[in-house]
């Protein structure tokens, strides 16, 4: 981003959101976020980051997740934010992330933190690294957003507690030492909010689920998306139409709508009689379709590290510029001495 761009943009609010490089991204990150990201390009100033040291709470093989990193940044890039528009960096590379962090941890408290159900669920599912990275989590995730004065954060309904969480955390601080957080609000997509798993519907996707067929990812090839649509666990009834208990047959209504753009109504017309195994093959057929050009530019892109690099870098520089403002506001209110020039 240019100079007279950075003044323009300074004055729309702030969009800020992340996804953590720690597995392949599934239709659930990009239906419940990353698809809807481009749609704030004009009207807000984004900023969308990946979000690597969030990844560190669960173990990960390091060459794995450099790999990742520079993956989901080219999911973002192929699913068309574009870099002059929006500005996409890695986490790692602002340290003010890692400063805002310290300073707000000590305004949180143990009893929100321990609140937390993701910080349950995910300790009950790694027994033996409950780290305490695991548990102030939502602590880096508050100096994410509010190191940029953000204003909305658009992410998927697993999300919401942090993002209560980083808000109670600005109001403190801001009525203890006077207005220096935005109080940001959460942009929750009504239908892609939780995609449910293609083997066990009650559950969320996730791209940490070790059964392949439970999650779709957003680069999987063609074949192999229509093949695990059609071994999606359904129901013993054949009518598409949703209800409550048909939590397969709802989630597959949802996707085919979330990608076609048709309505819940439109689609349980245009499948009446037909049964579920045409239905699944036109969801896995949608899916392609839909996700074919994300796939093809995402090659691109992944041929092209020094492109990857140059966007990293001027994402960190912009990033930088704006947080390290903030980390320094924040350290005069704490009552640090400015480091001496
Ligand atoms: P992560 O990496 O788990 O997920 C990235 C985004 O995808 C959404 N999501 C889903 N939406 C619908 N259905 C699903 N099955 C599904 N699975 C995941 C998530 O809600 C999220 O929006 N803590 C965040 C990353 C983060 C962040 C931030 C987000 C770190 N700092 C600051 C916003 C602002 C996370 O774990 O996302």
């Not at 129901?235 to 048709?262: E, P, Q, R, W, Y």
């Amino acid at each position: 981003m240019n100079a007279a761009n950075n003044a323009q943009s300074e004055k729309k609010k702030i969009i800020f959101s992340g996804v953590q490089p720690s597995g392949v991204l599934t239709i659930g990150n990009y239906l419940g976020a990353i698809k809807n990201w481009k749609s704030f390009e004009e009207e807000y100033d984004p900023i969308y980051c990946v979000v690597d040291m969030h990844a560190i709470t669960v173990r990960q093989t390091p060459a794995d997740l450099r790999r990742r990193t520079y993956e989901t940044l080219a999911v973002y890039i192929a699913c068309g934010l574009s870099p002059e528009k929006n500005t996409l960096f890695v986490q790692s590379h602002v340290p003010s992330h890692a400063e805002l962090n310290w300073a707000l941890a000590c305004h949180t408290m143990f009893g929100e933190l321990s609140r937390m159900t993701q910080f349950k669920d995910k300790s009950a599912k790694n027994a033996g690294n409950i780290n305490a990275g695991l548990f102030t989590y939502p602590v880096l995730m508050a100096a994410d957003i509010l190191l940029y004065g953000t204003s909305l954060v658009p992410v998927g309904i697993d999300q919401k507690q942090h993002l209560e969480l980083a808000r109670d955390i600005a109001i403190r601080f801001n009525s203890v030492y006077g207005d220096t957080f935005t109080v940001p609000e959460g942009y929750i997509p009504p239908a892609g909010m939780k995609i449910m798993s293609l083997q066990e519907p009650a559950k969320k996707m996730s791209k940490s689920d070790e059964n392949v067929n439970a999650s779709v990812a957003i680069l999987d090839d063609r074949d192999t998306i229509i093949r695990k649509f059609k071994r999606a666990v359904t129901d013993s009834d054949t009518i598409v139409k949703k209800a409550d208990g048909k939590d397969g047959i709802n989630n597959l209504i949802n996707i085919h709508s979330c990608f076609t753009g048709k309505s819940v109504e439109e689609i349980e017309r245009e499948f009446d009689g037909r049964g579920y195994g045409e239905f699944k093959l036109a969801v896995g057929e949608a899916v392609a379709d839909a996700l074919a050009p994300v796939r093809s530019e995402f090659d691109k892109l992944m041929a092209d590290k020094p492109y990857l690099e140059s966007v990293m870098k001027n994402g960190a520089d912009r990033a930088h510029y704006l947080a390290n403002k903030m980390v320094s506001k924040v350290y005069r209110k704490l009552g640090f001495v400015a480091r001496p020039r």
